[in-house]
């Protein structure tokens, strides 16, 4: 008994260098090595400032953008304090939340059912993709807004789309960090 | 179902499936001694540990000490990660405007029994409660050592079924060490590689801040996130570095480190099944328990896919259809690059195995939907299961449906060969009985309490109620995904949440071992006519209906209150 409460402690120590220095001490050099750019969270820089990272979800409010989902996370979007709604199916507020967002949405789109993605919240608050329904949703607004044809947003759209990875893993998504920046670059804002 | 969500699913069964049979040899070698060709790296390394332990690898225990080792080396973890969690604040890479909620000692001291027991269930915000010193040095830590403890148990529990007139378990620390150096350590570093290449982060960097093309700010938090994340899955244990945990795109960047993920989870506990098999000396044996793990792991895909993908009634205006360019259904706490498919492979893998790391959150599935994730749990995280704790309790279970057979033919029921007698009845009444003793009585305990009811803020009604029963089923479960709603870092909560998780892995875990030393003194009882077949499809067919009327009886009266009361709200 004395001889094992003893080893338990040296064994607790013992393990603790082993595995909580020296292996992510290891495995930190190999990541940076071998892949800095997403082991340092793939930041995007414009004009030497990070604006975002390219897999953390950002709010965009301006109608000349593509809007994200809703978000739950801190004021929405805080990437320091990932949360959900946490509403459950029945829950008042998360009926009133969507009959809202609706409501608003469908003065772009009258009468077409809003892609569901659109109207709910991710489970981080930090997602950073909308479907490629919920971005086909947008084309007419932002068309709008920055005086560009329906196809050539679309085109871009296309180009931002993600498949399914190896064919048959997840659903296709869009980046909306990534295609507002593009968006800025080819259609800028009317002043 | 659609296409691409079922092929997902059976391809993820199947590779499975496959790789059951070696990953099982290769335990069965690493736990018996034999050669293996890690052996040129990891035997110097576990000679080094003994010495500076005083460890003698000899040494054989019997069932007492073996459970009394397992016990204080829990003990030693709790303690050591209770103080870390205390001391952060002087301690390394502590930044004090970011990590703002402070480590109260009954918060510390619930996360430290969390954390040692592979509950990994979290009361506090990772990325502003947590440094990083606490998150590598105490965290992960526990989350090898956690699994490899729960690995071990599993081990000597197959030894002492295996046992041959005597009681001979094995030896905890040998079999603790080999399961880190062998088996836990390896794995992790070639699948935390993997994570990196796909977008998971692994810096120390102090919290970045962002300015939008819009002109807003935003902070992002950084840390070493890949070596947990693949640890928490592979040692079943689950708790996120972040809040959002598997939902967060840091931690689960595309639908490939989701499926690796699960993988990770699955594989061993899966692959111990062969492990058993192989050491009893019978690997139909071991191939009937997975055979009975993946009938109930494939009809929870099967209803809560279903479910989900139906939506939410009660949303109007919307589009919740399935089609080429949106996955439809339950969007609400769910990410787009994972859709129905995705969210629910890992929802359903996750309340199988003990292992809290979920992609999507639990408190805004559909009411039956989510029902289906707290029956896994309640079953008793034995489809796959926790990292050796999940094989003890599917064998414990077969016990139950071998002495259920014997009373229908009125044969002293057996197993293996052996008699189920009194002795082995007893410990398998503690274990079974454990469960509903400790689940329910806490329930009605919270929801009759003005402490209790407090934690109720954002849902209430029969979804808070799910929200309590949900929060007690996976503490003891030591699985740690919850109702995130329910406000669980109150006094009330962090103790009564610890307790169910302690009765939960030593209250089990010490009857189980306790049941299979036993089993290992007596003579072989050759097999006769009226020997029930524990390898044959009607055997398996008792097993999967004897774990769901357990479930039911137990546990009946509380889903109706919760989930199905729930259910009939939501209407059509």
Known sequence: ?191 | MDRHSAIQYLAFGIIVTFLVKPLGGYMERVFSGKRTRLDRLCLPVERFIYRITVVDPAVEMPFGQYATCFVLFGLACTLLLYGILRLQGVLPWFFADYQTTPLSPALALNTAISFSTTTTWQAYVGENTMSYFSQVMGLCVQNFLAGAAGLAIGVAFIRGLAGQLAEKLGNFWVDMTRALLWILLPGALIGAIFLVWQGVPMNFHHYVVAHSIEGTQQVIAQGPVAALEIIKNLGTNGGGFFNANGAHPYENPTPLTNFLELMAIVLLPAALTNTFGRMVGQPRQGWLLYGVMLLLFGLGLIFVHRFEQRGNPLLSGVNSRNSQSQSGGNMEGKEVRFGIGGSTLTAVVTSNTATGSNNSMDDSYTSLGGMVLLVNMLLGELVFGGLGTGLFSMVMAAAIAVFLAGLMVGRTPEYLGRKIGPAENKMIMLYALASPLVVLPLTAIAISTRLGLAGLTVNTGPHGFTGILFAYASCFANNGQGFASLNASTPFYTLTTALAMIVGRYGLAIPALGFAALFGRQRNTPSSLGTLPTYSFVFGMLLTTCLIVMVALSYLPALALGPVLERLLLGR
């Open chain 1, 1 to 191: 008994m004395k001889k094992n409460l003893l080893t338990a402690i040296l064994m607790t120590l013992a393990t603790t260098i082993l595995l909580g220095i020296i292996y992510p001490l290891v495995l930190t050099g190999i990541a940076q090595v071998l892949f800095p750019r997403q082991a340092n969270g793939q930041l995007i820089q414009k004009n030497g400032k990070v604006v975002g990272s390219a897999i953390i979800g950002q709010a965009f409010a301006g109608p000349g953008y593509f809007h994200s989902r809703p978000s739950a996370a801190g004021n929405g979007y805080d990437a320091a304090n990932s949360n959900g709604s946490q509403f459950g199916p029945t829950n008042h507020q998360l009926i009133d939340r969507v009959k809202a967002d609706v409501a608003a949405l469908q003065v772009e789109n009258p009468g077409v059912p809003v892609p569901i993605d659109l109207v709910t919240a991710s489970g981080s608050g930090l997602d950073p993709h909308i479907s490629p329904a919920a971005a086909a949703f947008q084309v007419p607004r932002i068309a709008r807004e920055r005086g560009t044809g329906w196809e050539q947003l679309q085109g871009l759209v296309a180009k931002h789309t993600e498949g399914r990875q190896l064919g048959f893993l997840g659903e296709p998504r869009v980046n909306v960090l990534e295609l507002n920046l593009e968006l800025d670059e080819k259609f800028p804002l009317k002043k």
